[in-house]
């Protein structure tokens, strides 16, 4: 396994376990019903915004990689 992978599997997993550590903190928060609803849905949709920011950075990367790789073997 790659270092990039290793990276962006971290990443994956801490923004997966902060969206579920919020979602129970909401869920146990002493709020009404419809407030932690919309507080989980706000969140939810941050999560998601961010999540597609670092998909898109590892592509990136991966694709930067991919070339230097390529390149690399050329010369060789």
Not at 14 to 28: C, H, K, P, T
Not at 33 to 58: D, M, N, Q, W, Y
Request: hydrophobic residues 40%; charged residues 35%.
């Amino acid at each position: 396994m790659a270092d990039g992978d290793r990276g962006s599997g971290f990443a994956i997993g801490l923004i997966v376990g902060a969206v579920l550590g919020l979602a129970i903190g909401f869920l146990f928060a002493p709020r009404p019903g419809e407030e932690t609803r919309r507080l989980l849905k706000e969140k939810a949709e941050t999560a998601r915004e961010r999540a597609a920011e670092i998909t898109k950075k590892v592509r990136e990367t991966a694709g930067e990689a991919v070339k230097k790789a390529q390149t690399k073997v050329q010369e060789a």
